[in-house]
């Protein structure tokens, strides 16, 4: 009987204390300190990120595919053609962190040169004006549709800040960040990125005006920056 008693005791004890780490656990992802809310946290801004940089890539592509042909008819056929080099590489869309942050790097350099070139406001010839027309509307639409862009910037940034600060662990911490590392780096550079487009946009639609160009199907762009 004393034996039966004493196996009663360990059965309810185990039970009793399994019952309170199952309770503990919740109670600690309740309040954000578990790791299976870190690790959704984690999982969910991923997602989020990876649409990101996809809709980037591709506007990219089509940004740098119209400086490349704004660079030839400024007459550097060294610069189109890197630029339309780096365009087919984000066409393709089997790029690399690294090919994300330099192709905005790329595109933000590109933007300023150009831009300095039709700020000089030199007359151009014929043949200059044909190749500025091609160019004029796929860089317009180019350039708003990675302006389209700015509203999901500042939707990853502040997802990215809530996933980081609902973790405590160190360590989470930092492996998230590595993680988010071009997505941060796209939060903090593109939105700069999209000011210099539209700066230079605007200003191309003026050069082309000067140069009595036809620059009815690029009026009716919609380009709107903050």
Known sequence: MKKLAITLMVILGVGISIDANAQFKDLKNLVGGGEEKEEK????????QDALIADLTDA????????????????????AAALQNTADKM????VSNDDI???????????ELQQEEMNKKNVVDAE????YAKALVPYIKSVAKTSKLSGPIKDFMNEAQNSLKSIKNPMQIRKLKGTLDTGLFVGKNVPKLIVTLGKSS???LTFAKANEMDTSGADDIELDFE
């Open 91 to 94: 066409a393709g869309g089997d």
């Open 41 to 48: 946290s984690g999982g969910d801004i991923t997602a989020i």
């Open 128 to 131: 200059a004006k044909k190749l």
């Open 101 to 111: 942050k330099g192709a905005v790097q790329q595109t933000a350099e590109a933007a």
């Open 60 to 79: 990219l592509g089509d940004v740098l595919s119209a400086q490349a042909m704004l660079a030839e008819a400024q007459g550097n056929k060294e610069l």
């Open 202 to 204: 605007k200003d191309l």
